[in-house]
């Protein structure tokens, strides 16, 4: 596929999902609010069992619940779980525990919106992992294009970054909120953390998942990396994974290098410290490697604090 924008996608037409009462033999569904007592008897829920289905999630979920109850594995289920394992799908039990409203939704829909996928250039095991990793099966064609478009336009992507970012991360497909969320984030790291449009892409495409972080965590952690510990916007961009830890965290490890001598971000000076090394690794490899001091007395200037 070129890199064309993903907008430009031909519409396809979609069917939605079945209502339940489509798929099923017309009969007095059961008031299920609990499987406990219907699965020694019920055929479909030992199967679903013997897939590592955790029945205990899916039967909040009422609507579908009566469905399993009802349904005939080999007939309303199976063809789905085929197409699961054609698909390579990771865990395929704990897929349907997250995902079961997948079984509603007609086969030939699910190859439209798998087709989108390929016709958008992905491969095969990027299709695999992005589909395992997120409810982008269980959105029709028009919703995955605009969402995708509307991020492409956000960060002026090309179709390859496009595809980079989702396999990354495929998860930014799975919240109705979640470009919205992008979009709020954007706008506040460029408008009050003083970050530039094209920094702001460099993240994107590095760590996707900085996006999804709330408001206040990142102005928090970037507050103490550029104000306390003086870290200017290019080496927070290029380490911008720093953002996935708490800021307990960086503030414990940070403060205890100032004690011993050791806070030293500059990688042209001596005895420098990546970002990398000062919030990965347990406390023992910190502590060996980068504090280069004892673990009793690192956890004895915690309880310090």
Request: hydrophobic residues 40%; proline residues 3%; contains cysteine.
């Amino acid at each position: 596929m070129s890199d064309h924008r993903i907008t430009e996608l031909e519409p396809i037409e979609t069917t939605t999902k079945l209502d339940i009462h489509e798929r099923l033999p017309k009969k007095i569904f059961p008031k299920v609010f609990s499987f406990a007592a219907l699965v020694n008897e019920n055929k479909c829920l030992k199967k679903l069992i013997a897939l590592q289905v955790d029945l205990s999630v899916v039967q909040k979920r009422k609507g579908i619940a009566k469905y399993l109850v009802a349904c005939d594995f080999e007939k309303h289920i199976a063809p789905h779980v085929l197409f699961l394992a054609r698909l390579d799908v990771e865990n395929i039990g704990q897929y349907l525990t997250k995902n079961m409203d997948i079984v509603l939704i007609d086969l030939a829909e699910l190859e439209n919106r798998l087709n989108y996928l390929k016709s958008k250039g992905f491969e095969s095991k990027d299709v695999s992992r992005i589909i395992s990793n997120s409810r982008i099966l269980l959105m029709d064609v028009e919703s995955v294009d605009e969402k995708l478009g509307h991020l492409q336009k956000m960060f002026s992507l090309s179709g390859k970054e496009v595809r980079e970012v989702l396999t990354k991360t495929p998860k930014l497909m799975n919240k109705p909120h979640m470009l919205q969320l992008i979009k709020e984030n954007k706008f506040h790291c460029k408008e009050f953390l003083g970050f530039s449009h094209m920094e702001l892409k460099t993240i994107l495409l590095d760590y996707p998942g900085f996006f999804m972080k709330s408001p206040s965590h990142l102005s928090k952690i970037f507050d103490y990396l550029h104000n306390t510990m003086e870290i200017d916007h290019k080496t927070i961009v290029k380490n911008c994974h720093v953002f996935k830890s708490r800021l307990r965290f960086i503030q414990n490890r940070h403060l205890y290098l100032l004690k011993v001598n050791r806070a030293q971000y500059d990688p042209q000076r001596e005895n420098f410290v990546s970002f990398n090394a000062l919030v990965s690794g347990t406390n023992e490899e910190f502590c060996a490697n980068v504090a280069k001091t004892s673990l009793k007395d690192y956890y004895r200037f915690q309880e310090s604090l």
